[in-house]
């Protein structure tokens, strides 16, 4: 593209930008804003709200998610002793159900918190690649090394889910 074309492009994208002498304006600041925020704005919807639920453990194992063509269920959280060493460790384990036409990315993370809302245990769990193939289902764990009772200190546990589904 010839340099003298390239002038016109700009001449005539930028006509519509009211320009004055000296320093910018707030409105020139907002409108600059406003395009960034749409440069990196995500271009599809989530389905699913990506918060945190936080559960007392009694209850945490019977939440699920069940969105459009997806359901995440399943969620287990156990202290155990570690296979290889012996140590204590906490899994996490939870189930995808991707009933969608097109492969999803998924993680999840976990937090034990006391009765006083301090964190005591922390875990995050995906899949390999965290992909989840189209019409597809996997199960997903993760294990952590931590002190013995650590999960018991634990009054809630809270979970987030993340992804581009």
């Known amino acids: 593209m010839s340099r003298r074309r390239r002038d016109a492009d700009a001449a005539r994208l930028l006509r519509f930008v009211p320009m004055s002498a000296g320093r910018p304006t707030a409105s020139k ?14 271009t599809r919807a989530f389905a699913f709200d990506h918060a945190w639920h936080c559960l007392p453990r009694a209850e945490f194992e019977k939440f699920e998610v069940r969105e459009d063509k997806l359901i995440l269920d399943y969620i287990l959280v ?17 189930s995808v159900v991707n009933k969608q036409d097109r492969n999803i ?24 690649s965290s992909l989840v193939a189209s019409q597809a289902s996997r199960s997903v764990a993760n294990s952590v090394y931590v002190a013995a009772g650590q999960l018991n200190r634990a009054a809630k546990l809270c ?4 992804g581009d589904f």
């Open 105 to 128: 990315h998924i993680d999840a993370q976990l937090v034990g918190l006391d009765a006083e809302g301090v964190p005591v245990l922390g875990i995050s769990a995906s899949p390999p």
């Open 78 to 94: 156990r202290e155990q002793k570690g296979t290889l060493s012996g140590l204590p460790v906490v899994t996490f384990s939870y």
């Open 159 to 162: 979970v987030s889910f993340g």
């Open 29 to 42: 600041f907002r409108l600059g804003l406003i395009v960034l925020a749409a440069l990196f704005a995500p």
